[in-house]
């Protein structure tokens, strides 16, 4: 069945860059998604990228997507306290009409 | 932005009591809703599939009639836990879209419910 793999934590100094990694099984999926959550919150979007596309960079995010290995990771550039928080990898289900979540990459960043 | 608010934020009951959670958009409609739940470290698990007007689909394990879901209008859309008990102690997460009825590439996600069952 559908399937999204994650790394479970990952620790880095203030500065430096953090690269958050995933793989994921349906070939089919239309779009890949990362999610971050933080203490008690809800989810919110940061990015995604369309199946079709190799790379997307938006500010200190960069997601890569390997179709090939069905790998997509994301890299966060200049690491900052505040990027501690919870990171979720998400592809669609086969229909289309929910996502399917890694188990989260807790990412905790020391001063 | 879009904006999907839940309600309440957090929630404690004795067990065999029943509990409605809230899910709103706030300003779009939506014609469909997701319902996930949340383990401490794990990740989200899809529950139902709330559309508007309509039944509810429930992923394979999930009860039914335990989870109840009503979605009245296109703006709202509810999650009754019916007989609590501790193990359904959990996060409740919705998630809404302002797009087509199945499309996931714009889904906003609520900020959860933390359901206590003692």
């Known amino acids: 069945g559908e399937d999204v793999e994650q790394s479970l934590f990952l620790s880095v100094r203030e500065g430096d860059s953090s690269v958050i990694n995933c793989t994921y099984t349906d070939s089919s999926s239309t779009y890949l998604y990362w999610y971050k959550q933080e203490p008690g919150a809800g989810l919110q979007l940061l990015t995604y990228i369309f199946s079709n596309m190799d790379m997307k960079q938006d500010q200190?995010?960069?997601?890569?997507?390997?179709?090939?290995?069905?790998?997509?990771?994301?890299?966060?550039?200049?690491?900052?306290?505040?990027?501690?928080?919870?990171?979720?990898?998400?592809?669609?289900?086969?229909?289309?009409?929910?996502?399917?979540?890694?188990?989260?990459?807790?990412?905790?960043?020391?001063? | 932005g879009a904006v999907v608010s839940q309600h309440p934020s957090w929630v404690i009951c004795k067990s065999g009591t029943s509990v409605k959670i809230e899910c709103r958009s706030l300003d779009f409609q939506a014609t469909t809703m997701f319902w996930y739940r949340q383990f401490p470290k794990q990740s989200l698990m899809l529950m139902a599939t709330s559309n508007e007007g309509s039944k509810a689909t429930y992923e394979q394990g999930v009860e039914?009639?335990?989870?109840?879901?009503?979605?009245?209008?296109?703006?709202?859309?509810?999650?009754?836990?019916?007989?609590?008990?501790?193990?359904?102690?959990?996060?409740?997460?919705?998630?809404?879209?302002?797009?087509?009825?199945?499309?996931?590439?714009t889904q906003y996600f609520g900020p959860g419910t933390r359901l206590t069952v003692l």
């Open chain 2, 64 to 105: 039914k009639d335990k989870f109840l879901i009503n979605h009245a209008s296109l703006t709202l859309s509810t999650l009754t836990v019916t007989s609590a008990h501790p193990e359904d102690s959990s996060f409740y997460i919705c998630s809404a879209g302002p797009g087509l009825a199945g499309v996931t590439d």
């Open chain 1, 60 to 111: 200190r995010l960069t997601v890569l997507l390997n179709k090939k290995d069905k790998h997509l990771s994301l890299r966060i550039a200049d690491t900052q306290t505040g990027d501690s928080a919870i990171y979720f990898c998400a592809e669609d289900n086969q229909a289309g009409t929910a996502l399917i979540f890694g188990k989260g990459t807790t990412l905790s960043v020391s001063s």
